[in-house]
C-alpha cells in the first residue's frame, strides 16, 4: 500500500493542466493571512491548472484578496443556486469542493447545485473531514471534541457516500488523507508516527477525498441555477 498523502498534494496533482472551478475558494477568515504568505490554495492551484475560476459567497474576503493579485474569485451562493456570470459555464473539466460541505445546513441541496455546473466529463472532488480519525478519536477518549466552530456535522466514509449517491453522483475514486498542516510534516516525531500508524491504518487519516461525477442519467438538477449575483 502506498504511504498516505496530504490533501494539497493530491488536489494539485488532480487539477493539473485542467480546467477548474474553485467553490468556497477565499479560505475565509484566513484569506488575508494565507494570501500573504502565498499558502492560499487558489494560489496554488493558479500556478498549476489551465485556467481557474474561483467561487465564493463572501464578498468582502473577495474583494481583500483582490489586493494580493487573487482577482479570479466571483461571488456565488452554492445553496442559493445564485452565481455571477463567469462561473455558469459548465466547461469544466474539475470542480472543487473542498472542506466545504461540513460548513453547510443544507449539504445535499448544494450538491444538487453542483451538478447544474458539471458537464459528462467533469470531475468533482469533495474532501471532508474524517470522524474517525485517529485524532477525533483519541480525543473522544480523553472526553473531548475539538471541531471547528462552524462546522454543521461530521462527516463519515458511511454517512459521505449515502449523501453522495443520494444526490446523484457516483464515486469513482477515493481515498484518506492528512491536512497540510499534520505534524508529520513538521517534526521527527510526527514521520515516525506517520509511518508506524498512519500508513498501515490508513482509515485513520484526517481527511475523506472523493472524485465523483454525476450518475448516468442523473443530469442537471430540475431547479438550475439562477444567474446574478445578488445574495438576497
Given at each position: 500500500m502506498?504511504?498516505?498523502?496530504?490533501?494539497?498534494?493530491?488536489?494539485?496533482?488532480k487539477?493539473?493542466?485542467?480546467?477548474?472551478?474553485?467553490?468556497?475558494?477565499?479560505n475565509?477568515?484566513?484569506?488575508?493571512?494565507?494570501?500573504?504568505d502565498?499558502?492560499?490554495?487558489?494560489?496554488?492551484?493558479?500556478k498549476?491548472c489551465?485556467?481557474v475560476?474561483?467561487?465564493?459567497y463572501?464578498?468582502?474576503?473577495?474583494?481583500?484578496?483582490?489586493?494580493y493579485?487573487?482577482?479570479?474569485?466571483?461571488?456565488?451562493?452554492?445553496i442559493?443556486?445564485?452565481y455571477?456570470?463567469?462561473?455558469?459555464?459548465?466547461?469544466?473539466?474539475?470542480?472543487?469542493?473542498?472542506?466545504?460541505?461540513?460548513?453547510?445546513?443544507?449539504p445535499g441541496?448544494?450538491?444538487?447545485?453542483?451538478?447544474?455546473?458539471c458537464?459528462?466529463?467533469?470531475?468533482?472532488?469533495?474532501?471532508a473531514?474524517?470522524?474517525?480519525?485517529?485524532?477525533?478519536?483519541?480525543?473522544?477518549?480523553?472526553?473531548?471534541?475539538?471541531?471547528?466552530?462552524?462546522?454543521?456535522?461530521?462527516?463519515?466514509?458511511?454517512?459521505?457516500d449515502?449523501?453522495?449517491?443520494?444526490?446523484?453522483?457516483?464515486?469513482?475514486?477515493?481515498?484518506?488523507?492528512?491536512?497540510p498542516?499534520?505534524p508529520?510534516?513538521?517534526t521527527?516525531?510526527?514521520r515516525?508516527?506517520?509511518?508506524l500508524?498512519?500508513?498501515?491504518?490508513?482509515h485513520?487519516?484526517?481527511t475523506?477525498?472523493?472524485e465523483?461525477?454525476?450518475k448516468?442519467?442523473?443530469?442537471?438538477?430540475?431547479?438550475?441555477?439562477a444567474?446574478?449575483?445578488?445574495?438576497?
Amino acid at each position: 500500500m502506498p504511504p498516505i498523502n496530504y490533501k494539497h498534494e493530491l488536489i494539485l496533482e488532480k487539477v493539473r493542466g485542467k480546467r477548474v472551478l474553485h467553490i468556497g475558494a477565499t479560505n475565509y477568515p484566513y484569506h488575508v493571512e494565507k494570501a500573504k504568505d502565498g499558502e492560499l490554495l487558489h494560489q496554488k492551484i493558479k500556478k498549476v491548472c489551465k485556467s481557474v475560476v474561483g467561487m465564493d459567497y463572501e464578498r468582502n474576503a473577495i474583494k481583500d484578496l483582490k489586493k494580493y493579485g487573487v482577482d479570479d474569485i466571483y461571488f456565488g451562493d452554492i445553496i442559493k443556486g445564485e452565481y455571477d456570470e463567469h462561473i455558469t459555464t459548465k466547461n469544466y473539466d474539475v470542480i472543487l469542493f473542498t472542506d466545504v460541505i461540513e460548513h453547510l445546513d443544507n449539504p445535499g441541496t448544494a450538491l444538487q447545485n453542483i451538478r447544474c455546473l458539471c458537464n459528462p466529463d467533469t470531475t468533482v472532488i469533495i474532501t471532508a473531514p474524517n470522524a474517525w480519525s485517529i485524532i477525533h478519536v483519541l480525543n473522544h477518549f480523553r472526553r473531548e471534541e475539538v471541531v471547528h466552530p462552524d462546522h454543521r456535522f461530521w462527516p463519515s466514509k458511511g454517512t459521505m457516500d449515502v449523501l453522495l449517491s443520494g444526490n446523484g453522483f457516483e464515486v469513482i475514486a477515493f481515498q484518506y488523507c492528512l491536512a497540510p498542516c499534520m505534524p508529520a510534516k513538521k517534526t521527527i516525531r510526527g514521520r515516525v508516527f506517520k509511518r508506524l500508524v498512519l500508513d498501515a491504518f490508513q482509515h485513520t487519516g484526517h481527511t475523506l477525498f472523493y472524485e465523483v461525477r454525476v450518475k448516468p442519467g442523473n443530469g442537471p438538477a430540475k431547479h438550475g441555477p439562477a444567474s446574478g449575483d445578488d445574495k438576497s
